[in-house]
Structures are given as C-alpha cells and as structure tokens.
C-alpha cells in the first residue's frame, strides 16, 4: 500500500520535473482514497510557498472542508523543509512517509525534527525510506542535467 | 519606521480579531513601500497554512512577480511558527521585525531559531519586541474573551 501510494507522489515529482522544477511530489490519502496531490511549483508560480507539501494540504483541506487532518497520511518524496514540516504538523496529519531524506535542510529528523517533537501540539508518525531509490533517483537526474545545461 | 509598520502589521491582525481567528498580522514592505499584507484566517479558510506571514508572502511574491524577496521587510506582530518562519527563509526575506515572542512554539528565537540558522541556505536580520505591548496585548484580550465564551 505504500509503494502504491509513493507512486502515486513520484507521478506528482514528474510532473514537476516537466516543468524543470524541482522534482519533489505529495499526495494526501484518507481512507484509502487520495484526497489532496502536490508537486513543487515555486519558479513557475514566482511563489516559494508553492511547495508539494503545501500544495497537497490546500487541496485536502479544500476537499474536506476542515484545516484538520487528523486522519490523513501524507505521501512525500523526499523529507519536507522547516516551512512543510511545519505545516504538517499544523494541520494535523497523522502519518508521514517519506521517500528519500534531504540530509542538508530536511525538518523531520536530518537538520531538525519538527514532526516528531513534543514541545509542539501536535506528533506526527513517521516512516522513512519508502522506495527511497526511486524518489533519490528522480532528483539527481534533474540536477545532474541542470548542471549539464541540458533543457531537462 | 519600525512603529509606523508595525502599526499596519496591528491593523491586520484587528481584521483577523473582527472574524474570531486569532489576531495575528504581518505586512511586508519594499522601499518604504508596503507589497504584501497578511492575517491569520485559518478558521474561515479551512486551511491552516493561511497564517497571516503566508499569506503576505504570496501578495508580495505576486506584486514583486518573485519568489525572492531579498530587500523587503516583514513586520509580524506575534513571532512566527516552524512554518512561517520555514517560509520566511525559504523567500529570502532579508530583516524580520517581531512584536512579540511565542515561548511556546515560536521559531524566531523561542522553541527554534529557523531564521538565523547558518545550516541553512539563508539567514534573515531579526529585530525583536517592537510595540510587544500592542502585539500582545491583542492577543492577551483575544484568549481572554474566547474563554469568557463572548463574542469577541
């Protein structure tokens, strides 16, 4: 189930690596049903908010009419910044699995852990390393062509 | 200076105040200028990344038509979450003036110090505690009220 739904995030990446952005994807699944996808829009939308993450819990949110979501897992390929850790944890989530870890700048468990940490309100359960390989894999390819100069 | 703008990050956060989500609110200026203005509206929303520093952010990153908001200035009048302040970094933002602190879950100083990390890629000029009195007292008389069961 949550090689399926990794899938279905990587599906997100690619469509953000079509637009030369940075490939990162997120779906949000409740009850086994997707209930909100993102890819990284930033450069496209001249808006750095534009994270999968955020993109994926806007259209949750909007789908379940609630800024709770409580019973959501959310699927993302590599480990979320300080500003989506931090909005996972606002909204509630309950699970997070993540693809492959971004040791420099990475909020859940590499630079900080702000989702598994007690001093906030909110705990968020979390799994690392679902298809780690094909989630890393996405990314080096797209920087290794960005240094390249290759138009992706 | 400092007065002036926070002054405009306070009339915010009395629009956040008038709808029942609590008062916090953040404007970002250029120039002298003012090109993005925020208030928390979570609650209306249904969406809890609409704190009042995003949404400045996405106004000014749309006026500036960037992501990068290398010379502007936010003033937010209660010092931002993981969030937030994950996004304050991630926009380049170079000097964030804080009202009040958040001892709690703040990540300007408090619970993290997002802001001033040299692990990351940006660091932004702080100043703390200008009008802190106005700032929190806004938020002080807020809760207050939400316990009394009135109104607001």
């Given at each position: 189930m949550d090689n399926f739904f990794m899938n279905k995030a990587l599906d997100q990446a690619l469509e953000a690596y079509k637009l030369k952005e940075v490939p990162i994807g997120a779906v949000i699944v409740k009850d086994g049903k997707i209930v909100g996808r993102g890819y990284n829009r930033k450069e496209i939308s001249f808006d750095?908010?534009?994270h999968a993450e955020i993109m994926a819990i806007k259209e949750a949110s909007k789908n379940l009419k609630?800024?709770?979501?409580?019973?959501c897992t959310m699927y993302v390929t590599v480990e979320p910044c300080p500003m989506c850790a931090g909005a996972i944890v606002n909204s509630r989530i309950k699970e997070l699995v993540i693809g492959?870890?971004?040791?420099?700048?990475?909020a859940c468990g590499s630079l900080y852990n702000i989702v598994e940490?007690?001093?906030?309100n909110h705990i968020v359960e979390v799994r690392r390393g679902i298809m780690k390989q094909e989630c890393s894999n996405i990314m080096k390819n797209f920087f290794k062509k960005l240094r390249e100069g290759d138009k992706l």
């Open positions: 750095t908010t534009n609630s800024w709770r979501l409580n019973d492959t870890m971004d040791s420099k700048g990475g940490d007690y001093n906030l």
